[in-house]
């Protein structure tokens, strides 16, 4: 390995990109925007979400109810129909994504100390804003239950319990503090694999990869040279993400500083290695960027970052070791929120580093080859 | 064009046969079950300008990359400059240059740019970088244009620069891939009498083309066909030997002159209908 020629190869791979504005922006800027774009999608709070009440009851209590959750914040009551048959166009519309239907004689069943049943309906195509309105309704309904409670003087209640149950139900924090540390690794992987996965390929179709071995640059100082660059910029990608990602969203961090960081560079290590296979088996750009989305989505979907593992069927919660990015996810979350440290992520960390030196040994390897036919 | 003053040649030897600068001995390869190169033989003498031709798909460019150490063959020698190149490739690899028009340079960096890692490529130390880029410049008429784009330069001028490129470090033996494809006419010219300095210089130059009439530029000439060399020796020996093999009279009984074109047209039907039969 002749570290001149490696400091050459470097030197040009810089000049190539610093011309290259789109590409740099896509390293660089781009995961910033993404992540806070993401952060606030994926962590937002589900509120004021257009409701329609059918009192059919038209009590005291039945009004109560109804006020309850108007006044809670997640609930617009926007349609008023007379009738429960009313309701199936309104939701088929889209108009609202709630129904609360009080029937007849609830306040009576109340009153008589009997369980007083409510119908909720949630729109179920969207099952975030689903689960989220009927947690809240129920929640709500116990808190209402819980007043009445305590009116009537059964038993003795402290004030304000409706105020505590909705400061400490707030799924918009726990959102953000979970996505955060895991969109850190996804952003990561999506842009450079991506953009790796062109870097070979793109030299091969125009002709100056195979000009580099009429040379006495070795196969060996290419890959250095061409892996190298892309691994700065990955540190530096991963820094300004973690940044904001501290800063914008002020995420806490409890953990080893030292696991996260090297948990996450292993995983770039991986990732960067990943594209470059790719980039050495693909016969043009095209085809790369192809591989690239195939192998993106179970990436996606089985690594715990949309769905947790533990709700897996069996079959593909076995599948779910072979993707890297599950022990990324598992390393950052654990670091940032859980406070874990080297002994709880022992094996996530030996994990990423038997991937990245796999993922390499098969980029060499699959170099050696490609070259000698 | 004469600059063998600022282009002095590090090594020159008489040709022999002993010392030739490319032996090539029952060079074999497939590709699975595909033979791309049945066990050929030539020689290429020092100094010399070899043409090597054939159409698109006989073996001419994996019998290239085989003798530039890119690909490793099945059987057979390779000695360039007196080195086993399917031994070690790498032996050779600071004496001998590549030029290919299309490929020889990187589109998004400067003319300088270019030269200055080629220069690194082959470890050139630094006064002897400072000398060859003015002698590369002035070659290729680029002096004053070092900081431009080289993707926005013409045809002519990128190919004069990527043989500059390809010869920064004064290989003993030059590699032509295709080396005047899409140029024009004059240019073409232009950049055979850069050919033929060099050539003057003692560096022997291994060129494969399309062009017929620059074929007869070549002081010996192969035409390879289907994986094995067809017909081998000087274009007017190419000419008058293949001439009397076909028979071709006119009405009055004398030889017809032909091209090499003409030559190599009939001698590929003739294959083929060999194949076919």
């Known amino acids: ?373 | 064009m004469t600059h063998s003053a600022h282009h002095p040649l590090p090594f020159i030897s008489e040709p022999t046969a002993t010392d030739s600068a490319i032996s090539v001995r029952g060079l074999t390869k497939r590709f699975g079950e595909f033979t791309a190169v049945s066990g050929i033989d030539f020689d290429v003498a020092r100094g010399e300008i070899f043409g090597f031709l054939g159409p698109n798909g006989s073996g001419k460019t994996t019998t290239m990359r085989m003798l530039t150490g890119t690909i490793a063959p099945q059987s057979g020698s390779i000695r360039i400059l007196g080195e086993d190149v399917v031994a070690s490739p790498e032996k050779v690899k600071r004496r001998i240059g590549y030029m290919s028009q299309k490929f020889s340079l990187f589109e998004d960096l400067t003319v300088d740019e270019n030269l200055r890692f080629y220069a690194g490529v082959y470890d050139l130390p630094a006064d002897e970088f400072v000398k060859q880029r003015a002698y590369v410049l002035e070659m290729a008429g680029l002096v004053g244009r070092e900081k431009e784009l080289t993707a926005n330069l013409s045809v002519g001028w990128k190919q004069r620069l990527a043989l500059g490129a390809a010869t920064i470090h004064e290989p003993e033996l030059l590699f032509l891939d295709e080396p005047t494809s899409g140029v024009d006419p004059v240019a073409r010219r232009h950049f055979w009498d850069l050919l033929y300095d060099l050539a003057g210089q003692g560096v022997t130059l291994f060129v494969t083309t399309h062009y017929m009439e620059e074929a007869t530029q070549c002081g010996r000439l192969a035409f390879m066909y289907a994986g094995r060399i067809i017909a081998e020796g000087s274009p007017r020996e190419i000419r008058e030997q293949h001439l009397l093999d076909i028979g071709d009279r006119d009405d009055s009984g004398r030889l017809r002159t032909a091209s090499i074109e003409d030559v190599f047209v009939r001698l590929v039907t003739r294959e083929r209908e060999e194949a076919g039969r």
Do not use: C
Request: hydrophobic share 50%; charged share 15%; proline share 4%.
């Open chain 1, 1 to 373: 390995m002749n570290w001149k020629h490696v400091r050459l190869l470097i030197w040009k791979e810089f000049l190539q990109l610093r011309r290259d504005p789109i590409l740099l922006a896509l390293l660089l800027i781009l995961p910033v925007l993404q992540l806070v774009m993401l952060g606030y999608v994926v962590g937002a709070d589900v509120k004021h979400l257009s409701t329609a009440v059918v009192d059919l009851d038209r009590t005291v209590t039945s009004r109560r109810l109804a006020e309850s959750f108007a006044s809670s914040g997640y609930y617009d009551i926007t349609q008023r129909p007379a009738k429960e048959s009313d309701l199936r166009p309104l939701l088929d519309r889209g108009d609202v994504k709630v129904a609360l239907v009080i029937p007849e004689g609830t306040e009576s069943r109340v009153s008589a100390g009997e369980a007083a049943p409510v119908g909720i309906v949630v729109d179920g195509s969207d099952s975030r804003t689903a689960s989220v309105g009927s947690g809240y309704a129920s929640q709500l309904i116990a808190v209402f239950n819980a007043k009445r409670i305590a009116e009537q003087g059964i038993s003795i209640a402290g004030p304000g319990i409706d105020a505590r149950v909705r400061v400490e139900y707030n799924p918009s924090l726990r959102a953000v503090n979970s996505m955060v540390p895991s969109l850190l690794a996804t952003i990561l992987l999506l842009t450079m694999s991506s953009v790796m996965s062109q870097a070979v390929v793109g030299e091969r179709e125009r002709g100056t990869l195979e000009l580099m071995f009429v040379t006495p640059i070795s196969r060996g100082e290419y890959l250095v040279g061409k892996l190298t660059p892309y691994i700065l910029i990955g540190v530096v990608q991963m820094s300004l993400t973690a940044l904001v990602g501290r800063t914008w969203f002020g995420v806490p961090f409890h953990g080893q500083l030292w696991v996260a960081v090297l948990g996450l560079f292993l995983f770039m290590l991986t990732t960067v290695a990943l594209g470059l296979f790719i980039s050495l088996v693909s016969h043009t750009r095209q085809q790369a960027q192809q591989v690239v989305i195939f192998i993106m989505l179970p990436f996606f979907v089985l690594s715990g970052f949309i769905f947790p593992v533990a709700s897996m069927p069996t079959v593909l919660q076995v599948v779910t070791y072979a993707i890297p990015l599950r022990y990324a996810i598992e390393i950052l979350r654990g670091t940032f929120i859980q406070g874990a440290g080297a002994r709880e992520l022992i094996w996530q960390l030996l994990a990423l580093a038997g991937f990245s030196v796999v993922m390499l040994t098969l980029a060499l390897f699959s170099f050696h080859k490609r070259l000698s036919d």
